[in-house]
């Protein structure tokens, strides 16, 4: 066996080393659907498709046992997809249930300036239990995403983003790789701590807030109220700290992510990317947070067809690319090296749970068509994939 062969060997090994045993199951692939963007439904009225959306803190699962507190649009993270042909008129109804301001920003669309979603540019900040509109023609085509656009270090961290896919029915990519099959993967970068800290002090708030409404008054002991300006700036010189009061000294501390996840999943909870051998399958590569990633796929190179959403009029071959954030890409996978290969960040720091490997951005292609006999690792007749939980969950480096 050549090195070619044995790297070949090698990585797909590796890959059927770190899944899980079922992969092949109906109820697997039934799952699996679930861990990709639900699409928003619409009501027509007139030329108009109108969606709506709405904010509330959520409980979202990262990884098994992993629960964290997130700002989620419709309970989700990401948000529901919005998917509109182009040219389509589109209004969009917010509707905020938090504590918090909030807009939507829709990134690579070209909607009025009004409808931007900067707060105090393009329109003010949609209030607690407040609503807003947004109104736009569905333009230009491709793969595009929405976020908050207000407090967004804490707002995108906590899952408020989604994807919004135009497309034609003229479709250039479909054109040159006929595919049936499409993924949308929206990455993000969380510091859980930040997050933690952030959310459950505006949980406090509500709660607060509730206890005034219920008895309709304040009690100065459990709001540390003081009498007069001079007693409240003798406390602080004592150390006492106002609650709810953000801390502004310099130098301020920024959030580190430490969670990484794909669709609001870390490894071993990403989605599966099913092919079969033959088929092109599409995915819609989006980056919603805030760190770099190098991703790799094994065993293939892959077209690169779309760069924020506009098809690229010569497709090129890589089998890594650099998702920056902000950044769209499409690109095709050809169904044409059968085995169960890993497509992960290159970044080893993406790659883990709070610093602990295996984790973050670690997702499998798996071939459908995959022949039993070839679900063993290495010719070992006793570990074919009904057995694979007796192997180390590591993954390969190349």
Not at 214 to 239: C, Q, S
Not at 348 to 363: E, I, Q
Request: proline share 7%; charged share 25%.
């Amino acid at each position: 066996m050549d090195r070619k062969e044995f790297m070949k060997h090698s990585a797909m090994v590796a890959g059927m080393a770190m899944f899980p045993s079922n992969l092949f199951a109906k109820e697997t692939k039934t799952a699996n659907e679930k861990l990709f963007p639900k699409s928003l439904p619409f009501l027509k009225n007139g030329e108009w498709k109108e969606f709506e959306v709405s904010i509330a803190i959520s409980e979202q699962e990262l990884a098994p046992g992993m629960k964290i507190h997130t700002l989620a649009f419709n309970d989700m993270v990401p948000g529901p997809e919005i998917r509109v042909k182009q040219g389509d008129k589109v209004r969009v109804k917010l509707k905020n249930n938090t504590g918090l301001n909030h807009t939507i920003h829709w990134h690579g669309i070209y909607v009025p300036w009004r409808m931007d979603g900067v707060p105090y540019v393009t329109q003010m900040p949609v209030m607690p239990n407040q609503e807003f509109t947004y109104e736009f023609v569905a333009e230009p085509y491709g793969t595009h995403f929405y976020h908050c656009h207000w407090g967004t270090l804490l707002h995108m961290q906590s899952g408020m983003f989604g994807s919004i896919i135009i497309e034609d029915d003229d479709d250039p990519i479909k054109k040159a790789f006929p595919y049936e099959r499409e993924y949308t993967l929206v990455y993000s970068a969380h510091d859980v701590n930040f997050i933690r800290n952030e959310l459950n002090s505006m949980l406090e708030r509500m709660k607060e807030r509730s206890y005034l409404m219920k008895n309709g008054r304040f009690d100065a002991e459990r709001f540390n109220l003081f009498n007069t300006k001079e007693e409240l700036l003798e406390a602080i010189e004592n150390g006492y700290q106002p609650p709810y009061l953000v801390n502004r000294r310099a130098p301020a501390e920024l959030p580190v992510p430490n969670w990484f996840t794909v669709n609001g999943k870390s490894y071993p909870s990403t989605p599966y990317l099913y092919i079969k051998s033959g088929e092109n399958i599409r995915i819609r590569l989006i980056n919603a947070g805030t760190e770099n990633h190098h991703l790799h796929l094994h065993g293939h190179d892959f077209w690169m067809v779309c760069d924020d959403g506009v098809p690229l009029p010569q497709p090129w071959q890589r089998n890594t690319l650099s998702l920056s954030p902000g950044k769209t890409y499409d690109i095709i996978v050809e169904g044409n090296n059968r085995g169960i290969w890993t497509f992960h960040d290159h970044d080893t720091r993406r790659v883990t749970n709070n610093g602990l490997y295996p984790g973050g951005n670690l997702l499998a292609l798996v071939y459908e068509d995959l022949p039993k006999e070839e679900r063993r690792v290495g010719g070992m007749s006793n570990m074919e994939m009904d057995n694979m939980d007796m192997l180390p969950k590591i993954a390969l480096d190349e």
